[in-house]
T-cell receptor, first 114, second 117 residues
């Protein structure tokens, strides 16, 4: 079956702009989580969506937001981009959350803010 | 607060050597899960194993084995007879299950493994 698909793979944006990243989970998976990976901070949890509802949220400013659609596809939005938002953004899908099932990650979207 | 420490930033071995990647975790919860992921240069995180806090049995999968010791809060990963294809960054992660508001993976900083031919 198809894996987790993230689009676009690469993105270059200017400070102050906004950006939307997309994640299509594995068919049948209802949980989508987003992580930010940077050299300085490592992998950090952004938020998790399950059945179109945000179930958990990490310690990120309100400029980071997301949503999930009825087909479980998820989008992440970052407004008023800052240089520090440059990172690899990874999306993970799982059947119902991590506790009972393994999470499958996409290849990520590499965002560069200039 | 939960924390995962991978003290080894980078390890370099020669093919066929055995290598152990260390992982030490901190949590106040009694119910939690531990994971290992591999991140090859392509970027995606590849799931390797999940263990719950009530199962301390060691596990072996081919050349991979895991040693979970609650007494020392460690979950170490050993690759036997390493191969060049094992070169990647390996992450240990902790998932706390008791507080619905904190359910997320907490990752260690990763260990970069380089296997030389």
């Amino acid at each position: 079956k198809a894996g987790v698909t993230q689009t676009p793979r690469y993105l270059i944006k200017t400070r102050g702009q906004q950006v939307t990243l997309s994640c299509s989970p594995i068919s049948g998976h209802r949980s989508v989580s987003w992580y930010q990976q940077t050299p300085g901070q490592g992998l950090q949890f952004l938020f998790e969506y399950f059945s179109e509802t945000q179930r958990n949220k990490g310690n990120f400013p309100g400029r980071f937001s997301g949503r999930q659609f009825s087909n479980s596809r998820s989008e992440m939005n970052v407004s008023t981009l800052e240089l520090g938002d440059s990172a690899l953004y990874l999306c993970a899908s799982s059947l119902g959350g991590l506790a009972g099932t393994e999470a499958f990650f996409g290849q990520g979207t590499r965002l560069t803010v200039v | 607060a939960q924390k995962v420490t991978q003290a080894q930033t980078e390890i370099s071995v020669v093919e066929k050597e055995d290598v152990t990647l260390d992982c030490v975790y901190e949590t106040r919860d009694t119910t939690y899960y531990l994971f290992w992921y591999k991140q090859p240069p392509s970027g995606e995180l590849v799931f390797l194993i999940r263990r719950n806090s009530f199962d301390e049995q060691n596990e072996i999968s081919g050349r991979y084995s895991w040693n979970f010791q609650k007494s020392t809060s460690s979950f170490n990963f050993t690759i036997t007879a390493s191969q060049v294809v094992d070169s990647a960054v390996y992450f240990c992660a902790l998932y706390q299950a008791e507080d619905t508001g904190r359910r997320a993976l907490t990752f260690g900083s990763g260990t970069r493994l380089q296997v030389q031919p």
